[in-house]
């Protein structure tokens, strides 16, 4: 049974930092790309990064850029997310997913919720003005 688990979120001030982190359990980590979504309230999901199964290739949605960092550590099978500056419009629930339905997917610019197969629960990030 494939399991998908976020954690790192919580209440922060506008400019400070937080860090995601997502583990799995049930598949080979390191086999897959891994991507982190974020939902707004009263908003669709959106992609926020996505990255390669050896970390050579990520992309990041221009809302994030040079703010946010992705990376992987297959040897602990963790996922992360690393958020400095945030800002208020930030403000959701941040999901990550696995197991891309195709092979050999490689993070394509417009890479979308359905693209992935499994899910984690979520973890809140609130930020404050």
């Known amino acids: 049974q494939v399991q998908v688990v976020e954690s790192g979120g919580g209440l922060v001030q506008a400019g400070e930092s937080l860090r995601l982190s997502c583990t799995t359990s049930g598949l080979t980590f390191d086999d897959y790309a891994m991507a982190w979504f974020r939902q707004a309230p009263g908003k669709g999901r959106e992609g926020v990064s996505c990255?390669?199964?050896?970390?050579?290739?990520?992309i990041y949605a221009d809302s994030v850029k040079g703010r946010f960092t992705i990376f992987r550590d297959n040897a602990k099978n963790t996922l992360y997310l690393q958020m400095n500056n945030l800002k208020t419009a930030d403000m959701a629930m941040y999901y990550c997913a696995t197991v891309p339905h195709r092979d050999e997917f490689t993070c394509p610019p417009y890479y979308m919720e359905g693209d992935f197969r499994y899910w984690g629960q979520g973890t809140q990030v609130t930020v404050s003005s």
């Open positions: 990255i390669t199964r050896n970390g050579g290739r990520t």
